[in-house]
């Protein structure tokens, strides 16, 4: 499938997405913090669902 809202002409600033390998190898994953935010995100979901 062709993108037909592709502009070739625009510039792309190099830099702005430009990920080097080492910042994604020595990151460390904070899954305390991911389980807490997805328990409150259905938290939330389920209470707003039965006041509703």
Known sequence: ?????YNPDL???QELYTI???DIENTEIDYENY????EN???ED???DIFE
């Open 1 to 5: 499938m062709e993108n037909t809202d």
């Open 20 to 22: 080097e390998w080492s």
């Open 35 to 38: 389980l807490n935010d997805i």
């Open 11 to 13: 510039p792309l600033d």
């Open 46 to 48: 389920f209470e707003h």
């Open 41 to 43: 995100f259905f938290r």
